[in-house]
């Protein structure tokens, strides 16, 4: 699968500057923009900075002809946000809004002596992070920006750095204005498609830091990260339920004993924690023997069940069951007479019920241009909750 990749062009002052004709990049994740970039450089010799997803043609990801916004040539002083006609845009979708961020992260990596940035390749935008990597003489590293909604991200990761040791996640170099991180560089690969070993070794390193969290859940709420416990959460999916349930009867049971079945799982005697709310191994880096935990931009204080419940999705049954009794026999060491098995089977449709919320929160709070990345996961999330794959 490829995409067909048509660009919109502004100047820094967000004024129209004429279009690129469509041109054919390999990598068909909307949001991976290095090869977008690359492909208007060398087709056309146009350098470009993507902002936003404009329109896509498929009504889910990935593929298929899509068109972006990008911008040429520099933005004179900063970027000119509009909040009343763009009140979900996030700052580096702006015309001038990724220039006023790299600018930042050029002093900031300055003033911590990693010397002047020699090169920058935008890698990733969308209504969830962008993302580029900056050369320094010191070597890579790597500038992050999340909208409103991933603001606690910088915060965990330091939290973590301090509490569970750095080599967890990724080291934060500095946190800014606008959701700006500088993230230290981290070697090896992405782990997606990892084995059974290499999942089971990334949920001993999630326990890993739950342990740390223990009894340390109000430091972490009070620095924004969410409150998905019992309560909170009830009531949390019960709205989406109501907006985008369609009057599901099944759905409504569901919510309406969603109380009583939260209950049953808090006398399993397992603690509330901190949850990634992602733990698939694509948000591992590193290697088999070596793991960095990435990406806590859905994490959470809730049950620790989440977690294992979604680093076994896609798995065979038998390799899920091995997968959870290894983190039921890690938490049964920690809480002696708990039952995180029972546990487990509880929460499995809650699980969805609580990612159909996720996606609902983010078309919520993004641009209608952007709701094709999100919008089939909601009644896709709904319809597990009551009919498991």
């Known amino acids: 699968m490829s995409r067909t990749v048509s660009l919109t062009l502004v100047d820094g002052e967000g004024s129209p500057a004429g279009s690129l004709p469509p041109f054919e990049v390999d990598l068909p994740y909307w949001q991976e923009v290095a090869c977008v970039v690359r492909g208007a450089r060398e087709r056309y010799g146009v350098d470009v900075t993507i902002l936003r997803l404009l329109a896509a043609e498929r009504p889910v990801p990935h593929g298929g002809p899509v068109t972006y916004l990008a911008q040429v040539g520099e933005a004179l002083d ?47 935008t969308w209504n969830l992070s962008a993302i580029w990597r900056l050369g320094t003489p010191r070597g890579p590293v790597w500038l992050k920006q999340v909208p409103r909604f991933f603001a606690h991200e910088a915060a965990v990761l330091a939290w973590i750095a301090d509490r569970a040791g750095e080599r967890l996640v990724p080291p934060l170099l500095a946190a800014g204005d606008d959701g700006r991180a500088l993230l230290a560089h981290v070697e090896g690969d992405d782990l997606y498609g990892a084995g059974i070993a290499t999942r089971d ?34 009531d949390w999916v019960a709205g989406v339920v109501t907006r985008h349930g369609g009057g599901d009867t099944g759905l409504r049971a569901l919510v309406d004993d969603l109380p009583a079945r939260l209950s049953t799982v808090e006398s399993c005697g397992l603690p509330d924690t901190l949850v990634h709310g992602d733990l698939h ?25 989440f977690d294992i419940l979604r680093l076994t999705e896609g798995v065979a049954s038998a390799d899920a069951t091995h997968l959870i009794g290894a983190w039921a026999a890690r938490w049964r060491e920690a809480v ?35 709701h094709p990345y999100h919008a089939a996961d909601i009644p896709a999330c709904l319809s597990a909750a009551v009919s498991p794959p």
């Open 201 to 234: 070794a990334i949920a001993a390193d999630m326990h890993r830091i739950q342990l740390a969290t223990l009894d340390n859940e109000a430091e972490l709420l009070a620095t924004g990260v969410p409150d998905l416990r019992a309560a909170p959460l009830c």
């Open 336 to 370: 002696p007479g708990c039952d995180p098995e029972r546990a487990v089977e509880l929460l499995r449709p809650v699980a969805a019920l609580r990612m159909a919320a996720v996606y609902a929160n983010f078309i919520d709070n993004i641009e209608p241009s952007e």
């Open 78 to 124: 900063g970027y000119r946000p509009d909040p009343v006609a763009h009140p979900h845009r996030a700052p580096y979708a702006w015309p001038g809004g990724p220039a006023a961020s790299l600018r930042w992260a050029a002093r900031v990596l300055t003033d911590l002596g990693y010397g002047a940035v020699s090169d920058v390749e935008q890698h990733r």
């Open 281 to 305: 191994p694509g948000n591992a880096r590193g290697t088999s023997e070596r793991r960095t935990l990435i990406d806590w931009g859905d994490s959470f204080i809730g049950h620790p069940a």
